[in-house]
């Protein structure tokens, strides 16, 4: 079973500019989560799908953030304008529903580093 | 609301010594709680999971937590440090609804020969 895959890994970007995250979720799993750690604290809650609808954005810090969630499958998270406190590794999970996250926890992908200068 | 506070961002060993990874929790409702590892370049794995029944849950790799409800604590052990377990450890509470994690700040496991 392929993992949860996230593209890319590294991302360096100007102020500015606009980056877009993929998170490929593990195959029929519904919910999917975006986190992000910033300068080596906690990691943070941004957003949940469940298939293609948002369940809960609640961590979203602002409107230059948007994320979609094509027919349940793959997501994509936009940054635009970037700013330089954007900058952090971003974490994209996935599980299948509540009783598999239950018994298994979230399955994450390796993460993308973004950095904006 | 939840939290959770991992006492201590960089714990070091020897190896073959105890491992002790402390995590405190604070949920309004029954929580479910987790730990997480993290090796260079990878996301996170599971270790293990408290969610309902036994209170000392055995994870992966020879670790084990114990939920503790009046202390509000799941603090992570393992008897033995290996090398390999050198790593970036996460506590991690959620809810039954299974929507969003609240973690840690992470505590950074050096073992030393």
Partial sequence: EAGVTQFPSHSVIEKGQTVTLRCDPISGHDNLYWYRR????????L???????????SGMPNNRFL??????????????????????????????????????????????????V | AQSVTQLGSHVSVSEGALVLLRCNYSSSVPP??????????????????????ATLVKGINGFEAEFKKSETSFHLTKPSAHMSDAAEYFCAVSDLNAGKSTFGDGTTLTVKP
């Avoid at chain 1, 910033?38 to 809650?45: A, D, N, P, S």
């Avoid at chain 1, 957003?47 to 809960?56: G, P, Y």
């Avoid at chain 2, 479910?32 to 029944?53: E, I, M, R, S």
């Fill in chain 1, 38 to 45: 910033v300068m080596g604290k906690e990691i943070k809650f």
């Fill in chain 1, 47 to 57: 957003l949940h799908f469940v298939k293609e609808s948002k369940q809960d954005e």
């Fill in chain 1, 67 to 116: 994320a979609e969630r094509t027919g349940g499958t793959y997501s994509t998270l936009k940054v635009q304008p970037a700013e330089l406190e954007d900058s952090g590794v971003y974490f994209c999970a996935s599980s299948q529903d509540s009783t598999g996250f239950r018994d298994y926890g979230y399955t994450f992908g390796s993460g993308t580093r973004l950095t904006v």
């Fill in chain 2, 32 to 53: 479910y709680l987790f730990w997480y590892v993290q090796y260079p370049n990878q996301g996170l794995q599971l270790l293990l999971k408290y969610t309902t029944g």
